[in-house]
Every structure is written in C-alpha cells, then in structure tokens.
C-alpha cells in the first residue's frame, strides 16, 4: 500500500507523533491528514526502526483510546492539575 499524498517532513514528523499519543484517535489523523488507519500503520512501517515499528504496534493494538468509536469518553483531553498555562507564548505563572 502507498501513500495516497505527498507529505512532507514535518507533517510525516506530527503524523508520527500523533500515532505515538495514546488519546489521538486513528479518525484525529484521518481528519486532519486524510491517511486512513492502514495508511498510518505503512507510514509508521517505513518511516521507523523495525523495533520501535514492533513496540508502537504492540502498543497500540487493542488501545480503547486510538479508535473514537471504542472509547469511555467523547470529548476533552487529560491535563495534568500541575500544567502550567500557556498564553501567548509565554508560561504564566499559577
């Protein structure tokens, strides 16, 4: 299977990062790129190391939290009460 586009470093680069995030859903990346679960996983395939490939697979299957439909919540992401808030660039102070 190929790629359907063209992507370039930095989207292939956030794809990746976005398969790696546990609340990223496969629909997330679907969306925002247009690559399809399968086109994910080849993506992932070819773009890393055959053992970092193994461990993300590993990971991720059976995951609730990369398939919209399968998970416990609807909307909403985790933060972490001792986050800072970012605005405007800069980290203010709590």
Request: aromatic share 8%.
């Amino acid at each position: 299977m190929t790629i359907k586009k063209d992507l370039t470093d930095l989207e292939k680069d956030r794809i990746i990062e976005m398969a790696w995030e546990d609340r990223t859903t496969f629909d997330a990346i679907l969306l925002q790129f247009g690559l399809k679960e399968q086109e994910v996983i080849e993506l992932m395939r070819t773009e890393m190391k055959p053992s970092s490939f193994r461990m993300w697979r590993e990971r991720v299957q059976g995951r609730k939290t990369k398939h919209e439909k399968r998970r416990d919540f609807r909307e909403g992401r985790f933060k972490c009460t001792m986050q800072r808030q970012i605005n405007n660039n800069k980290i203010s102070k709590r």
